[in-house]
């Protein structure tokens, strides 16, 4: 195998480019391509040797080749992660779609992978490693000129966020009897406590001091000649990278800085230095530990003479901490002399004398997505570690790391600079580091998302039965460990009902089940079905940030467990409602929107009755979606817990003919709520209409599932595919009939869809399982034209081949004709599932109600319409949508409708 996408070949063709740029003189130019060409070669041997065998047999190549362990292992996750061994089940673990669409073109993934998942940890070390120069950082955050970028892949190469080897995570000190290891800390020689016997460093210094100490041992002893640190900025609190070459100026570099600061971008200004400190958070450590052997197996920055990392539980970004200081403590960064973490709380310590703290759960939201990833509390690649977690007011905790890190932190103890105690691993101070540790370990590297059991293709055709089978316990565990527990949970945000996703997850981890069920029904009264039909990929799992990596935790599976766990336990877990108010409510249709508005308003207290059209509650739930997407009996299951909230159903109850909203008014109801839906069906403006075996996909999907033709004759509802269905549609509707027909016994079902597969509006997991079970989609096709025999009986459809033009309103590329492209399908059945339009039989009886020119119903951001006290929302106000959008309107509305009930009648009672 080939390495066509080397490293080597792009920076000699960039030759002039790099040296122009001025990071390479010519013979570190000519240094750099001598290494990197040794490395090509050595994983040239790797996968040569791969491929002779057949297989990745580590033992064997390490014999052949005559090299360590670590170099093996982590040349082949080098490899693995640019899709080099793909053949033989290795794929990248991360980021896998990008890398394979780069490979087409021959070219390296560059770090915008990182910062467009929101993954940056502020490092900066790609922009030290960039040889043309194309990498800026300010801000919080790093930019890439595309132009000027050679797709080298060295910044991708060595970023700690695109991947990170095991085997770096070892300590260098493999044979050291001294070493201790734990799953928190990683190894360490020794954790104590320590402070400075220097009292200036102590009036400026955080704590102990033991950084400034250490630092200045270092100079007063030769054992460097310079330290890249930080100090503060021209804002406070807004800290720059600084590199001291004299120890006088220790003291600007005192004290915490809890801003992100992306002190590596300046490494590369120092490598003529002989040996210099490095001081950093983890994740500047991670990042250093990574130059230390990629891309050339040998450190990139070979002058660093003693790295020591600062214990970190969040980082923030400039413009964060200005609102984590004016939202928590009315205060300005201008007002604060220093900033500190401890014992679960927040510090902050004001020039004026006074100290402030708050818990750290409080600051959270506020703290870099990219942090959210790191799983290092204390700094683990280092050779010495510092923080003021676990230690008393005064002092510093220390991780001696490495045999270097000993004999560094000996001298400053044998000059008397610093006084220690040992922190024992039964003391109190161990116990909350741990804990602490403990809590900040992630899984998600190591764990890949559950996937759902379900039938077998070529079973579940023959039935009717549900496809997914949901999770076990053992694969809730699983998926649980891998949620990042997010300060700024964008999943909350990213659903339509704003369920408390983190909080739900973590009772699950916990196995507290019966709070989960609470938490996720005080804000979501129909798990089950949410949990099923809910887009849950465009919605909270799109904005996971967990999605960046190409595995969202999956919420809706989730989801579906807990409400399944209730219902085979044979639970009716509700929440608390309010007093009774003794007001009457309306809520007309008994589909989503409905059934949210109508469970909002039960828990606040108020006397719900729904009023539905049909003879069983659901709406779209149970006459449009088949059983085996959405069995019947879990809706029947959801409608009983709103009837345990007394919420009344009227059933066989047309708003519009049997009732209007004037009856209403008479038998009491104060308020209404209409979420009718958009069941009309819409039709082609083609000929053939009115042929026998043309028929809508509402129809069709009406007789199947609300009036159960799919257990005919046991239920008396006939219904009658042909051999060969077309469906035409890209939606959930078109796929739900296609998939309904071939297990009513059609031999033959195609989808014809005017646009690509690309723009398809229906569910990936749909349109993925309709693959599976034969059925055909012919993409860029549109009917012209239904063709009948003499019995008017359908039996062919004309269609004609399109291409896709500029984007229309919705956002999708227009699709546009292509002339004297037209042929013939063979067909005798059609179910056309191109959409629904707003059905008027209610909306023609109130005639003073403003619809707008499709029909359908217009109200204000909170859900009111122009007449008062009438509410709308879902699918009758925003045409056909997705279940989880038509719930989240019914519960905004059921808010304005409680807000409105308050002031025009409870006030006044």
């Given at each position: 195998?080939?390495?066509?996408?080397?490293?080597?070949?792009?920076?000699?063709?960039?030759?002039?480019?790099?040296?122009?740029?001025?990071?390479?003189?010519?013979?570190?130019?000519?240094?750099?391509?001598?290494?990197?060409?040794?490395?090509?070669?050595?994983?040239?041997?790797?996968?040569?040797?791969?491929?002779?065998?057949?297989?990745?047999?580590?033992?064997?190549?390490?014999?052949?080749?005559?090299?360590?362990?670590?170099?093996?292992?982590?040349?082949?996750?080098?490899?693995?992660?640019?899709?080099?061994?793909?053949?033989?089940?290795?794929?990248?673990?991360?980021?896998?779609?990008?890398?394979?669409?780069?490979?087409?073109?021959?070219?390296?993934?560059?770090?915008?992978?990182?910062?467009?998942?929101?993954?940056?940890?502020?490092?900066?070390?790609?922009?030290?490693?960039?040889?043309?120069?194309?990498?800026?950082?300010?801000?919080?955050?790093?930019?890439?000129?595309?132009?000027?970028?050679?797709?080298?892949?060295?910044?991708?190469?060595?970023?700690?966020?695109?991947?990170?080897?095991?085997?770096?995570?070892?300590?260098?000190?493999?044979?050291?009897?001294?070493?201790?290891?734990?799953?928190?800390?990683?190894?360490?020689?020794?954790?104590?406590?320590?402070?400075?016997?220097?009292?200036?460093?102590?009036?400026?210094?955080?704590?102990?001091?033991?950084?400034?100490?250490?630092?200045?041992?270092?100079?007063?002893?030769?054992?460097?000649?310079?330290?890249?640190?930080?100090?503060?900025?021209?804002?406070?609190?807004?800290?720059?990278?600084?590199?001291?070459?004299?120890?006088?100026?220790?003291?600007?570099?005192?004290?915490?800085?809890?801003?992100?600061?992306?002190?590596?971008?300046?490494?590369?200004?120092?490598?003529?230095?002989?040996?210099?400190?490095?001081?950093?958070?983890?994740?500047?450590?991670?990042?250093?530990?990574?130059?230390?052997?990629?891309?050339?197996?040998?450190?990139?920055?070979?002058?660093?003479?003693?790295?020591?990392?600062?214990?970190?539980?969040?980082?923030?970004?400039?413009?964060?901490?200005?609102?984590?200081?004016?939202?928590?403590?009315?205060?300005?960064?201008?007002?604060?002399?220093?900033?500190?973490?401890?014992?679960g709380r927040f510090f902050i310590y004001n020039h004026d004398g006074t100290v402030l703290d708050i818990p750290i759960k409080k600051i959270k939201k506020y703290g870099r997505?990219?942090?959210?990833?790191?799983?290092?509390?204390?700094?683990?690649?280092?050779?010495?570690?510092?923080?003021?977690?676990?230690?008393?007011?005064?002092?510093?905790?220390?991780?001696?790391?490495?045999?270097?890190?000993?004999?560094?932190?000996?001298?400053?103890?044998?000059?008397?600079?610093?006084?220690?105690?040992?922190?024992?691993?039964?003391?109190?101070?161990?116990?909350?580091?741990?804990?602490?540790?403990?809590?900040?370990?992630?899984?998600?590297?190591?764990?890949?998302?559950?996937?759902?059991?379900?039938?077998?293709?070529?079973?579940?055709?023959?039935?009717?039965?549900?496809?997914?089978?949901?999770?076990?316990?053992?694969?809730?565990?699983?998926?649980?460990?891998?949620?990042?527990?997010?300060?700024?949970?964008?999943?909350?945000?990213?659903?339509?009902?704003?369920?408390?996703?983190?909080?739900?997850?973590?009772?699950?981890?916990?196995?507290?089940?019966?709070?989960?069920?609470?938490?996720?029904?005080?804000?979501?009264?129909?798990?089950?079905?949410?949990?099923?039909?809910?887009?849950?990929?465009?919605?909270?799992?799109?904005?996971?940030?967990?999605?960046?990596?190409?595995?969202?935790?999956?919420?809706?599976?989730?989801?579906?467990?807990?409400?399944?766990?209730?219902?085979?336990?044979?639970?009716?877990?509700?929440?608390?409602?309010?007093?009774?108010?003794?007001?009457?409510?309306?809520?007309?249709?008994?589909?989503?929107?409905?059934?949210?508005?109508?469970?909002?308003?039960?828990?606040?207290?108020?006397?719900?009755?729904?009023?539905?059209?049909?003879?069983?509650?659901?709406?779209?739930?149970?006459?449009?979606?088949?059983?085996?997407?959405?069995?019947?009996?879990?809706?029947?299951?959801?409608?009983?817990?709103?009837?345990?909230?007394?919420?009344?159903?009227?059933?066989?109850?047309?708003?519009?003919?049997?009732?209007?909203?004037?009856?209403?008014?008479?038998?009491?109801?104060?308020?209404?709520?209409?979420?009718?839906?958009?069941?009309?069906?819409?039709?082609?403006?083609?000929?053939?209409?009115?042929?026998?075996?043309?028929?809508?996909?509402?129809?069709?999907?009406?007789?199947?599932?609300?009036?159960?033709?799919?257990?005919?004759?046991?239920?008396?509802?006939?219904?009658?595919?042909?051999?060969?269905?077309?469906?035409?549609?890209?939606?959930?509707?078109?796929?739900?009939?296609?998939?309904?027909?071939?297990?009513?016994?059609a031999e033959k079902v195609i989808i014809v869809y005017r646009r690509s597969e690309a723009e398809m509006p229906a569910r990936k997991e749909e349109y993925h399982h309709a693959?599976?079970?034969?059925?055909?989609?012919?993409?860029?096709?549109?009917?012209?034209?239904?063709?009948?025999?003499?019995?008017?009986?359908?039996?062919?459809?004309?269609?004609?081949?399109?291409?896709?033009?500029?984007?229309?309103?919705?956002?999708?590329?227009?699709?546009?004709?292509?002339?004297?492209?037209?042929?013939?399908?063979?067909?005798?059945?059609?179910?056309?599932?191109?959409?629904?339009?707003?059905?008027?039989?209610?909306?023609?009886?109130?005639?003073?109600?403003?619809?707008?020119?499709?029909?359908?119903?217009?109200?204000?951001?909170?859900?009111?319409?122009?007449?008062?006290?009438?509410?709308?929302?879902?699918?009758?106000?925003?045409?056909?949508?997705?279940?989880?959008?038509?719930?989240?309107?019914?519960?905004?509305?059921?808010?304005?409708?409680?807000?409105?009930?308050q002031e025009n009648y409870l006030d006044k009672n």
């Amino acid at each position: 195998m080939e390495i066509k996408r080397s490293t080597v070949r792009i920076l000699i063709e960039n030759k002039d480019k790099i040296l122009k740029a001025g990071k390479f003189k010519e013979a570190e130019f000519k240094k750099l391509i001598d290494d990197l060409t040794i490395a090509e070669l050595y994983q040239k041997k790797i996968i040569e040797g791969i491929e002779e065998y057949g297989t990745i047999d580590n033992p064997r190549l390490l014999s052949e080749l005559g090299t360590s362990e670590k170099k093996i292992a982590s040349t082949i996750e080098y490899l693995k992660e640019f899709g080099y061994l793909e053949a033989y089940g290795e794929i990248p673990r991360f980021f896998n779609a990008e890398i394979q669409n780069l490979k087409q073109y021959g070219i390296l993934p560059n770090v915008k992978i990182i910062r467009d998942s929101n993954l940056c940890c502020g490092c900066g070390s790609c922009v030290s490693l960039c040889p043309v120069s194309a990498i800026t950082y300010s801000k919080g955050t790093f930019e890439i000129d595309e132009e000027v970028c050679i797709r080298c892949g060295l910044c991708y190469t060595c970023c700690p966020r695109s991947f990170f080897p095991k085997t770096l995570d070892a300590s260098e000190d493999n044979d050291n009897e001294n070493i201790n290891y734990s799953s928190q800390f990683n190894y360490y020689h020794e954790i104590i406590t320590a402070q400075t016997t220097n009292t200036d460093i102590t009036q400026v210094a955080q704590d102990g001091g033991i950084v400034t100490t250490l630092l200045k041992m270092a100079f007063d002893q030769n054992l460097i000649d310079g330290a890249l640190v930080v100090t503060e900025g021209l804002e406070p609190l807004n800290p720059l990278p600084i590199f001291i070459e004299r120890e006088e100026d220790l003291l600007k570099t005192a004290g915490t800085k809890y801003t992100n600061s992306p002190i590596l971008k300046e490494l590369y200004k120092y490598r003529d230095s002989k040996k210099i400190a490095v001081v950093g958070t983890p994740c500047i450590m991670k990042a250093l530990k990574k130059l230390s052997f990629y891309p050339l197996h040998n450190p990139f920055y070979e002058n660093i003479a003693i790295k020591i990392g600062l214990l970190c539980s969040e980082s923030f970004d400039y413009s964060e901490i200005t609102k984590l200081l004016k939202n928590e403590f009315q205060s300005t960064p201008a007002d604060v002399k220093k900033m500190d973490i401890n014992k679960g709380r927040f510090f902050i310590y004001n020039h004026d004398g006074t100290v402030l703290d708050i818990p750290i759960k409080k600051i959270k939201k506020y703290g870099r997505l990219g942090c959210f990833f790191c799983e290092d509390l204390t700094a683990i690649h280092t050779d010495i570690s510092v923080g003021s977690i676990g230690s008393d007011v005064g002092w510093s905790t220390v991780f001696i790391r490495t045999e270097k890190g000993a004999e560094f932190f000996q001298k400053a103890l044998d000059l008397n600079m610093i006084v220690k105690k040992e922190i024992e691993e039964d003391s109190k101070s161990f116990n909350s580091l741990s804990r602490i540790a403990k809590f900040k370990l992630k899984s998600y590297e190591e764990l890949h998302r559950v996937e759902m059991k379900q039938q077998e293709p070529n079973v579940r055709i023959t039935n009717f039965e549900e496809v997914p089978l949901g999770l076990t316990e053992e694969m809730v565990e699983i998926e649980t460990q891998r949620c990042l527990q997010c300060g700024n949970p964008l999943c909350i945000s990213g659903c339509p009902v704003n369920i408390k996703i983190p909080q739900f997850i973590k009772l699950l981890k916990q196995k507290k089940y019966i709070e989960a069920l609470y938490k996720i029904k005080g804000d979501n009264l129909l798990p089950a079905i949410c949990g099923r039909v809910c887009p849950q990929e465009t919605q909270c799992e799109l904005v996971c940030i967990m999605n960046g990596l190409g595995e969202p935790i999956a919420i809706g599976h989730l989801e579906r467990f807990i409400a399944d766990w209730e219902r085979k336990n044979k639970l009716k877990e509700c929440p608390e409602c309010a007093a009774p108010k003794g007001i009457k409510v309306a809520v007309i249709g008994a589909g989503p929107a409905g059934l949210a508005c109508a469970g909002e308003l039960a828990m606040n207290g108020y006397e719900v009755t729904i009023f539905e059209a049909f003879h069983a509650g659901g709406g779209v739930l149970i006459y449009g979606i088949p059983e085996f997407r959405l069995p019947k009996e879990i809706i029947k299951s959801e409608i009983e817990t709103l009837e345990m909230l007394n919420v009344k159903m009227e059933y066989n109850s047309i708003i519009g003919k049997t009732l209007t909203i004037e009856d209403l008014r008479d038998m009491g109801f104060k308020a209404f709520f209409i979420g009718v839906g958009a069941g009309l069906p819409i039709f082609l403006k083609v000929s053939g209409l009115s042929l026998t075996g043309v028929l809508s996909a509402n129809e069709f999907l009406t007789r199947s599932n609300l009036m159960k033709a799919f257990r005919f004759p046991d239920y008396d509802t006939p219904v009658k595919v042909g051999k060969i269905v077309t469906v035409i549609g890209g939606g959930n509707t078109a796929l739900d009939s296609a998939r309904t027909a071939l297990r009513l016994g059609a031999e033959k079902v195609i989808i014809v869809y005017r646009r690509s597969e690309a723009e398809m509006p229906a569910r990936k997991e749909e349109y993925h399982h309709a693959l599976e079970e034969g059925i055909k989609f012919q993409f860029l096709t549109n009917p012209v034209q239904f063709i009948g025999d003499d019995n008017e009986n359908v039996t062919q459809m004309k269609v004609i081949k399109m291409k896709l033009g500029e984007p229309d309103e919705s956002g999708r590329r227009r699709p546009v004709r292509i002339e004297g492209s037209e042929y013939v399908i063979d067909t005798d059945t059609i179910i056309i599932g191109i959409g629904t339009g707003a059905n008027p039989i209610l909306t023609k009886s109130i005639p003073d109600l403003k619809l707008n020119k499709w029909g359908y119903i217009e109200i204000d951001e909170n859900g009111q319409t122009n007449i008062k006290g009438v509410f709308a929302g879902g699918d009758i106000v925003t045409g056909a949508a997705t279940v989880i959008t038509a719930m989240g309107a019914g519960k905004m509305a059921a808010h304005a409708i409680d807000k409105y009930l308050q002031e025009n009648y409870l006030d006044k009672n």
